[in-house]
């Protein structure tokens, strides 16, 4: 069984996932005092969606990144 989440991974959400909200901070001011329950929603939602992509791919067992091997019809055949 595979681990749930490697630390490569999981470093690699956790950058993305904290530029995005980083992003969407200062673009909204970067006002510290000033952030409300509304906000933090608004960023972890952004944050949420900015990782989407990687975890699709960590999911995608045909793509060969982050460490996967992806199989060919090639490889198949000879074997």
Known sequence: MKKVIDNKMAKSWLKVFGSTVLALFL???G??????WGDLRTYLAA???????????????????????????????EQ
């Open 31 to 36: 006002d510290v005092v000033g952030v409300g």
């Open 27 to 29: 673009a909204d001011g």
């Open 47 to 77: 944050g949420i969606a900015s990782i989407l992509p990687l975890v699709i791919t960590w999911l995608d067992p045909s793509d060969a990144r982050f460490g996967k091997i992806a199989s060919t019809d090639s490889e198949a055949t």
